[in-house]
T-cell receptor, first 114, second 114 residues
Framework: QQQVKQSPQSLIVQKGGISIINCAYENTAFDYFPWYQQFPGKGPALLIAIRPDVSEKKEGRFTISFNKSAKQFSLHIMDSQPGDSATYFCAASSSGGSQGNLIFGKGTKLSVKP | EAQVTQNPRYLITVTGKKLTVTCSQNMNHEYMSWYRQDPGLGLRQIYYSMNVEVTDKGDVPEGYKVSRKEKRNFPLILESPSPNQTSLYFC????WGSGANVLTFGAGSRLTVL
């Protein structure tokens, strides 16, 4: 119930291509869905986040698509660049209960080939 | 500079030798949390704290202790480390209660237990 399932575990994309990472959740109380980006040797950092009142949020080349009925959300990286090579984590939390405590997916290691 | 500081960054120790990983934040955040990161398993929460003297177990608390005596500090204690606690550890903090928990992570502490 508390899990966030992320796929794929790893992804190789050519420079200029589109990277797509998917996440699914079960807990309908989740109402905040962030993505974190982690470069080697660093801690994760917030990349982009969405709430379920919108179906899409775009920031530069990064877009979150959200499907409330399917309980799925995804990260799209347009025109992928070698500098985007990192591990990406989706996460979810709810405002109630242990409010705000983030549940993370297992991560996707993205490699963008020049 | 707003940051979460962990020490030590690297540590090699032996089974059974008590150790403490310190975590300090300078952002006056209420919420602090510890995660361990292992290949294929992503970020797993060990303990979290919603404020001073308030702590709760995460997904993998066994073998760990925490305390929150001051708002800025949240040390992770391994009373009797074992080899299965060899991992990369991250401390994180954020403001609490907004329903949008934006975590600031430390740079990580790589622990090896022989």
């Amino acid at each position: 119930q508390q899990q966030v399932k992320q796929s794929p575990q790893s992804l190789i994309v050519q420079k200029g291509g589109i990277s797509i990472i998917n996440c699914a959740y079960e807990n309908t109380a989740f109402d905040y869905f962030p993505w974190y980006q982690q470069f080697p040797g660093k801690g994760p950092a917030l990349l982009i986040a969405i709430r379920p009142d919108v179906s899409e949020k775009k920031e530069g080349r990064f877009t979150i698509s959200f499907n409330k009925s399917a309980k799925q959300f995804s990260l799209h990286i347009m025109d992928s660049q070698p500098g985007d090579s990192a591990t990406y984590f989706c996460a979810a939390s709810s405002s109630g209960g242990s409010q705000g405590n983030l549940i993370f997916g297992k991560g996707t290691k993205l490699s963008v080939k020049p | 500079e707003a940051q979460v500081t962990q020490n030590p960054r690297y540590l090699i120790t032996v089974t059974g030798k008590k150790l403490t990983v310190t975590c300090s934040q300078n952002m006056n955040h209420e919420y602090m949390s510890w995660y361990r990161q292992d290949p294929g398993l992503g970020l797993r929460q060990i303990y979290y704290s919603m404020n001073v003297e308030v702590t709760d177990k995460g997904d993998v608390p066994e073998g760990y202790k925490v305390s929150r005596k001051e708002k800025r500090n949240f040390p992770l204690i391994l009373e009797s480390p074992s080899p299965n606690q060899t991992s990369l550890y991250f401390c994180a903090s954020s403001f609490w209660g907004s329903g949008a928990n934006v975590l600031t992570f430390g740079a990580g502490s790589r622990l090896t237990v022989l």
